[in-house]
């Protein structure tokens, strides 16, 4: 079946652009997080979605970062005015409500220059 | 901040088994062992968890100490395309509140399986 998918795959922006990164997560699943990964770093938690439920906010690095996920399914996640340090692979997952496993997208590659 | 200490690489001979450790000294009750493994350019990919047992899968075998502070996966036969870095990962059970969805990683263990 269907993997979760991300795109663009690759973005390459100029500072103070904003951008949107898409995630579509496997059909049914109603868990959603976004992670990040900078050039040699592990893994950084961003958000995380669970069907209705406020989203736990407390891993997006500053006010420029927010993300909406819409009808329980897509997710966007919104950079504003974008920084060199911004430069990283954002990454999607999601599992089904009490599932163990995450399962995660391929990631967009975000460049800003 | 993770909650796991792995070394930062390890070697293995293909066909041989690999045995990566980690520590979590501080693990809770509630928490489980999870853990993931990233191949180059690619998004994690879950391996296997466990509470207290040691469990088995197609992937992989956990095995956790009696003390719950340290565990080691094992993969049997370690072909090159296990080469990847593997993540140990603290997680909440169902009831850690918010904290029950998000992995933290920290900088895992990068496998190197050799010919």
């Known amino acids: 079946g269907a993997g979760v998918s991300q795109s663009p795959s690759n973005k390459v922006t100029e500072k103070g652009k904003d951008v949107e990164l898409r995630c579509d997560p496997i059909s049914g699943h109603t868990a959603l997080y976004w992670y990040r990964q900078s050039l040699g770093q592990g893994l950084e938690f961003l958000i995380y979605f669970q069907g209705n439920s406020a989203p736990d906010k407390s891993g997006l690095p500053s006010d420029r970062f927010s993300a909406e996920r819409t009808g329980g399914s897509v997710s966007t996640l919104t950079i504003q005015r974008t920084q060199q340090e911004d430069s990283a692979v954002y990454l999607c997952a999601s599992s089904p409500r009490f599932g163990n496993e995450q399962f995660f997208g391929p990631g967009t590659r975000l460049t800003v220059l | ?115």
Request: some cysteine; hydrophobic content about 30%; aromatic content about 8%.
């Open chain 2, 1 to 115: 901040d993770a909650k796991t200490t792995q070394p930062p690489s390890m070697d293995c001979a293909e066909g041989r088994a690999a045995n990566l450790p980690c520590n979590h000294s501080t693990i809770s009750g509630n928490e489980y062992v999870y853990w993931y493994r990233q191949i180059h350019s690619q998004g994690p990919q879950y391996i296997i968890h466990g509470l207290k047992n040691n469990e088995t899968n197609e992937m992989a075998s956990l095995i956790i100490t009696e003390d719950r502070k340290s565990s080691t996966l094992i993969l049997p036969h370690a072909t090159l395309r296990d080469t990847a870095v593997y993540y140990c990962i603290v997680r909440a059970g169902l009831g850690g509140g918010t904290s029950y969805g998000k992995l933290t990683f920290g900088q895992g263990t990068i496998l190197t399986v050799h010919p």
